[in-house]
C-alpha cells in the first residue's frame, strides 16, 4: 500500500514553503538580528527529519504540516528568549557623580579630622576599625589593658564627632 507521503518531493516542498516560513518568522521575530535565519533552518531541517521519519503521515497537507512546526518553534524560541533575559543579572547602574563627589569630600573631612587626632587615639582606630582587629587583640598589640582600649576608642569617636562638626 502506498501513503500519502511517498509521492512527496521534498525538494519541491522546501523551494515551495521556505520563502513563507521565512516571512513568518522574520515577522515574528525581526530581521533584524542573525536568530530567524537559524530558525528558519532549523525549521526546515526538522520538517525533512519529520518528514523521513515518517512522522508526517500525510493527514494534512505539507503547508498545514509546516506552518504548525513553524508556529511552534517560533514560540519555543520566544519562550527561551523570554527565561534567559529574566534570568539575566540586572546591569550595574551607573555611577552617581554627585554621590561620589559627596563620599571624596566625606573621606577627605575624616582623613582631616584623624589626622588631628592624638596617635595614639589614631593608632587605636586605624588597628580597630581598618585592621578589623578585636579588642583583645589591639589590646595585645598595643600591650595595653582591653577596657583601656575600648576606652581610647569611645574617645577618639567622641573627638572625630566634633572635629567634622566644625
Known amino acids: 500500500m502506498k501513503t500519502k507521503t ?13 520563502p ?3 516571512f513568518r ?5 525581526g530581521s533584524h538580528g542573525p536568530d530567524w535565519e537559524d530558525v528558519v533552518q532549523e525549521i526546515l531541517s526538522q520538517a525533512v527529519q519529520k518528514i523521513q521519519s515518517g512522522e508526517f503521515r500525510g493527514d494534512s497537507s505539507a503547508g498545514t504540516f509546516l506552518y504548525t512546526i513553524t508556529s511552534r518553534r ?4 520566544i519562550r527561551h528568549k523570554t527565561k534567559v533575559l529574566k534570568e539575566a543579572p540586572e ?5 552617581d557623580p554627585y554621590k561620589d563627589a559627596v563620599e571624596r569630600e566625606r573621606s577627605e573631612m575624616l582623613a582631616s579630622a584623624l589626622a588631628k587626632l592624638k596617635p595614639k587615639y589614631r593608632e587605636v582606630l586605624y ?3 581598618y585592621q578589623e582587629l578585636s579588642r583583645d587583640e589591639v589590646a595585645a598589640r598595643l600591650g595595653i589593658p582591653v577596657r583601656k582600649v575600648s576606652e581610647r576608642v569611645n574617645y ?7 572635629l567634622v562638626r566644625k
Open 25 to 29: 518568522v522574520k515577522k515574528a521575530l
Open 6 to 18: 511517498e509521492g512527496l518531493d521534498l525538494e519541491q516542498v522546501i523551494l515551495k514553503y521556505k
Open 74 to 77: 517560533i514560540i519555543d524560541f
Open 156 to 162: 577618639a569617636q567622641k573627638l572625630m564627632k566634633k
Open 91 to 95: 546591569p550595574v547602574p551607573l555611577a
Open 127 to 129: 588597628l580597630y576599625y
Open 20 to 22: 513563507v516560513i521565512t
